[in-house]
């Protein structure tokens, strides 16, 4: 069984950075595309980053500049550093990923969520 699990997340003034990481288990053969997707109160999920296997990434407008994703491939994760937060990049963060199990098709698989706040 695949699981994504996610870790960082929490409150941070506008202004601030904080860390996410998204560590992919189980019998995995391949990952292909790893990510990151947001969802504030009243909004549909949105993209925020993601990036293939080989380190080729694409941002939202607007984290472009303040936020970047990586990928350890040897470690199955994938991280987002978020810097210069704004209030409006509060919302719940989901780590995506696109995972060919073994003995499995390949599919979309999702974490938990984290909470990022960014409030004074």
């Known amino acids: 069984q695949v699981q994504l699990v996610e870790s960082g997340g929490g409150l941070v003034q506008p202004g601030g950075s904080l860390g996410l990481s998204c560590a992919a288990s189980?019998?995995?053969?391949?990952?292909?595309?790893m990510g990151w997707y947001r969802q504030a109160p009243g909004n549909q999920r949105e993209l925020v980053a993601v990036?293939?296997?080989?380190?080729?990434?694409v941002y939202a407008d607007s984290v472009k500049g303040r936020f970047s994703i990586s990928r350890d491939n040897a470690k199955n994760t994938v991280y987002l550093q978020m810097n210069s937060l704004k209030p409006g990049d509060t919302a719940v963060y989901y780590c995506h990923a696109n995972i060919h199990a073994i003995l499995a098709p390949q599919k979309d698989y999702w974490g938990q969520g984290t909470q990022v706040t960014v409030s004074s």
């Open positions: 189980g019998s995995i053969f391949t990952i292909n595309k």
């Open positions: 990036i293939t296997f080989g380190g080729i990434a």
